[in-house]
């Protein structure tokens, strides 16, 4: 099921590229500062359209994306058309050719849980030189923002998605765990080292039906219970307040180093 959800994205590129926001700066920062400034090599995995790349690309970094989707890897190519020491390939990472130079940084964002969790970190063991990182960004959806539009959002969620889990609450960033056990389990990595960053997006209601549209489980519903579910949000927004929310991130940056 991972695998055939993780395609939906490829179904319309230009949505996604321009609804999905991108990450915080200090993301950049903190991975130069771990010890790969550019122009370290990275080979990114799923860029998508190029939300991180991009960033990366103009720190000056040498990177070599490797995207399952061909519509989301022509448009990444033409938002990074400037840098010429960016290649994306159209692939899947699990399959992917590794070249015979081993890279700096291996990079995910929002795209490592996508991939084989019985092989993506040691073939991105693989593909690092030893003492090269593997960084993953993860994005949690926390409490916070417009905390009465999330309230009310679940009953629709209920309503309309029966697999949405009863009483389902955004939780504060606190109580989000650290995730190193993949990591830990590994003996080619040394410990995890985690970053974190609390921040507001705000969205018209426009804007938000749009990001919706971008997610999985929203794009794998049935036709019918979709659009009754994006009407009453947009409703609910519209009506309840304003035409404009704000929504809360977290977004962690993960970062281990090769050891072996």
Not at 29 to 52: C, M, N, S, W, Y
Not at 125 to 148: F, K, M, Y
Not at 188 to 216: I, K, N, Q
């Amino acid at each position: 099921m991972a695998t055939e959800l993780r395609r939906v994205f490829d179904e319309d590129a230009e949505r996604f590229d321009r609804a999905r926001p991108g990450y915080p700066p200090q993301i950049f920062d903190d991975l130069a500062a771990a010890g790969a400034p550019p122009p370290a090599r990275v080979l990114e995995i799923g860029p998508g359209t190029g939300k991180a790349t991009v960033s990366l690309a103009e720190r000056g970094y040498r990177i070599t994306g490797v995207e399952l989707g061909a519509s989301l890897a022509a448009a990444a190519r033409r938002n990074l058309a400037t840098y010429p020491a960016v290649t994306i390939v159209t692939g899947d990472f699990e399959e992917w050719p590794l070249p015979s130079e081993p890279f700096d940084v291996v990079l995910a964002a929002t795209a490592f849980h996508w991939i084989d969790p019985g092989t993506r970190v040691s073939r991105s063991a693989d593909a690092l030189r030893v003492g090269g990182l593997l960084a993953t960004i993860a994005t949690h959806h926390i409490e916070g923002g417009s905390e009465a539009f999330f309230s009310a959002v679940q009953e629709l969620y209920e309503r309309f998605d029966p697999r949405t889990p009863p009483n389902l609450r955004r939780e504060p960033a606190r109580d989000i765990a650290e995730d190193d056990a993949e990591i830990a389990a590994s003996d080619r990595f040394g410990a995890a080292v985690f970053h974190r960053y609390e921040w507001d997006a705000t969205y018209t209601t426009t804007e938000y039906l749009d990001l919706l549209l971008t997610y999985s489980t929203t794009r794998s519903m049935p036709r019918p219970e979709q659009s009754a579910l994006l009407d009453g949000i947009g409703r609910l927004i519209d009506e309840g307040h304003g035409g404009r929310i704000v929504k809360r991130y977290l977004s962690e940056l993960r970062l281990a180093r090769r050891t072996r």
